[in-house]
């Protein structure tokens, strides 16, 4: 098996090297693991492409590279250029220092890469690992995906549908905030909604008189709904999102009937 493996963290963050651990155990003896990350920190940009402006490719070490662009850039050159030859079979993106559970979701550039593989056909799964008091301060905050990764890839692989879809599945995957042996199993979720958080603005005057924002996030403990991803991750459990890029809400489509 051939596996491309990205992030939003940086081609040095130490997710990367677990996933990098993760995806040689998945390719076997006789397979290949290619990393294309971004050369700095993208966190947040979502499914972002460097559209207007070329970006730089460097080559770090035997099926290493960094770019200067953003994690779906990073599949793009990828598939389209390092791996031209020989495209991957499976994309990975993360492992990410922090959930990408419930509204997360939409903002995060490790999920922005696993869409990007889809929608260009090939399987993709987004591992991130969240952050709690349990696990937040230990030697190293990415021990349950660490030990739970691999094996929950391959069982999403292997119940992974045959589809010819126009949007194609790719996977949300949170690891709990707990140490590995606290690891209840998997819960198969829906995507969650923190109610009552949201992301904000946090104003500061710099010394010069001028004025900046610092992003703020919400607050992670929020219980989301019974069978959604971070109520899972919440309770011990690995949570594994089927999604796609479609964002039609074809609840909604009925209601509209009456304008056309």
């Known amino acids: 098996?051939?596996?491309?493996?990205?992030?939003?963290?940086?081609?040095?963050?130490?997710?990367?090297?677990?996933?990098?651990?993760?995806?040689?155990?998945?390719?076997?003896?006789?397979?290949?693991?290619?990393?294309?990350?971004?050369?700095?920190?993208?966190?947040?940009?979502?499914?972002?492409?460097?559209?207007?402006?070329p970006m730089m490719v460097s080559k770090m070490g035997e099926r290493r590279f960094a770019t200067e662009g953003s994690p779906a850039d990073c599949v793009l050159v990828g598939m389209h250029d390092v791996m031209k030859d020989t495209p991957p079979d499976l994309v990975l993106s993360g492992v990410n220092r922090g959930n990408n559970s419930a509204e997360n979701t939409l903002y995060s550039g490790t999920i922005g890469a696993a869409m990007e593989a889809a929608l260009q056909g090939v399987p993709a799964i987004a591992l991130s690992q969240y952050l709690g008091p349990e696990n937040y301060e230990i030697d190293n905050p990415f021990e349950a995906a660490a030990e739970h990764g691999a094996e929950t890839v391959r069982k999403i692989l292997a119940a992974n549908p045959q589809e010819n879809a126009d949007y194609r599945l790719f996977y949300n995957v949170n690891f709990p905030p707990v140490l590995a042996k606290n690891?209840?199993?998997?819960?198969?979720?829906?995507?969650?909604?923190?109610?009552?958080?949201?992301?904000?603005?946090?104003?500061?005057?710099?010394?010069?008189?001028?004025?900046?924002?610092?992003?703020?996030?919400?607050?992670?403990?929020i219980q989301t709904a019974p069978g959604s991803d971070a109520a899972a991750n919440l309770d011990g459990y690995i949570s594994v999102t089927p999604m796609r890029a479609d964002l039609t809400a074809y609840d909604a489509l009925d209601a509209l009937k009456a304008i056309e």
């Open 1 to 53: 098996m051939r596996i491309l493996i990205t992030n939003d963290d940086g081609i040095n963050a130490p997710g990367l090297k677990v996933m990098l651990d993760i995806a040689t155990d998945l390719a076997g003896a006789d397979g290949e693991v290619w990393t294309v990350a971004p050369a700095f920190e993208q966190s947040g940009v979502g499914h972002c492409i460097s559209y207007t402006h």
């Open 183 to 221: 690891v209840k199993g998997i819960q198969v979720s829906t995507q969650g909604f923190r109610r009552g958080t949201c992301f904000s603005v946090e104003p500061h005057n710099s010394p010069s008189g001028r004025r900046f924002m610092w992003i703020k996030g919400g607050n992670q403990r």
